[in-house]
């Protein structure tokens, strides 16, 4: 069975620290896709960044950047100088790359909070 | 423009009424998904399909239905059988296997 552990349940930063958002994931899959989501204040998940189990390669777009490691089964995401409009809950998810469209299996969340 | 749409924003149900959830979706894309969120509890699958007139159970799939009898359209149910229905609901669509989720505003349900 998949599943995606967030152990972070809350984390608040004071505005311009980095932050970094664990994300842990078991899979017996060899081929999988992870991904990051934002969910603002208005309740739409908007997409952050797809990830397949092939690629291990670090990302880094603007402020924000992924390390991707799968020796240590760990999907982490980090917010340089993080500002208020980061004020977010992050979500790191899974999905199975052999069968189908088959669903993303969902962490719970981290909620951020950066303070002014 | 192209996206996922669901209505209503808002919806209040009487105890032991039946509700419906719409969520139509133009991106042409053959799966959908209905995930329910909980403080805490992160999203969780209610229902999936994966093609026009078929559809499986998620993880917590009791007291509600689906349908699917068009492409663009999943709506969701929400039964008198389920006990706890207060909270909010997101739709999804996913292009292909590779590819990530679009997700819909949501609906959030209370139960009066």
């Known amino acids: 069975a998949q599943k995606v552990t967030q152990a972070q349940t809350e984390i608040s930063v004071v505005e311009k620290e980095d932050v970094t958002l664990d994300c842990v994931y078991e899979?017996?899959?060899?081929?999988?896709?992870l991904f990051w989501y934002k969910q603002p204040p208005s309740g739409e998940l908007v997409f952050l960044i797809r990830?397949?189990?092939?690629?291990?390669q670090n990302e880094i777009s603007g402020r924000y950047s992924w390390n991707f490691q799968k020796s240590t089964s760990s999907f982490n995401f980090t917010i340089t100088a993080s500002q208020v409009v980061d004020s977010a809950v992050y979500f790191c998810?899974?999905?199975?790359?052999?069968?189908?469209?088959?669903?993303?299996?969902f962490g719970k969340g981290t909620r951020l909070s950066v303070i002014a | 423009d192209g996206g996922i749409t669901q209505s209503p924003k808002y919806l209040f149900r009487k105890e032991g009424q039946n509700v419906t959830l719409s969520c139509e979706q133009n991106?042409?894309?053959?799966?959908m998904y209905w995930y329910r969120q909980d403080p805490g509890q992160g999203l969780r699958l209610i229902y999936y399909?994966?093609?026009?007139?078929?559809?499986q159970k998620g993880d917590i799939a009791e007291g509600y239905s689906v349908s699917r009898e068009k492409k663009e359209s999943f709506p969701l149910t929400v039964t008198s059988a389920q006990k706890n229905p207060t909270a909010f609901y997101l739709c999804a669509s996913k292009a292909g296997k590779v590819t990530e989720a679009f997700f819909g505003q949501g609906t959030r349900l209370t139960v009066v």
């Open positions: 899979t017996r899959d060899t081929t999988y896709y």
């Open positions: 998810a899974l999905s199975d790359g052999n069968s189908g469209n088959t669903p993303l299996v």
């Open positions: 990830r397949n189990s092939f690629d291990e």
């Open positions: 991106l042409n894309h053959d799966a």
């Open positions: 399909s994966q093609i026009v007139n078929d559809f």
